[in-house]
């Protein structure tokens, strides 16, 4: 499952709308720092969303990040393995 299919499912299984998604963003992050209602629309289109987008989301609805990546295809990216670390950015 792609993680942006995995959003839409968990806010509807919650009874949202991505208004009301928005709107509790708003309100833990404040205006400036919270992402724009059309980013939440191309997020959930499937569009390129960011790491600190989907944090946001899962903020807004509840979930551990663990629990929204489960089972989608960024899930093996959660833990980079000390033998896998590179010194360099």
């Known amino acids: 499952m792609k993680v ?6 968990m806010r509807e299984d919650m009874g949202l ?3 009301e998604v928005h709107d509790r963003c ?5 205006r400036k720092e919270a992402m724009s209602y059309r980013t939440f629309l ?3 289109r499937g569009q390129v969303a960011k790491f600190t987008s989907i944090l946001k ?3 807004a609805l ?5 629990e929204m990546l489960k ?3 960024l899930e093996q990216r959660l ?3 000390k033998k896998e670390r590179i010194d360099e950015y």
Do not use: N, W
Request: charged share 30%; aromatic share 10%; net charge positive.
């Open 71 to 73: 089972d989608t295809e």
């Open 57 to 59: 989301i899962c903020y």
């Open 42 to 44: 191309r997020i959930e």
């Open 62 to 66: 509840g979930v551990p990040l663990s």
């Open 79 to 81: 833990v980079i393995k």
């Open 26 to 30: 708003v309100s833990i992050f404040g």
């Open 17 to 19: 709308t991505i208004q």
């Open 4 to 9: 942006y299919e995995k959003i839409r499912k």
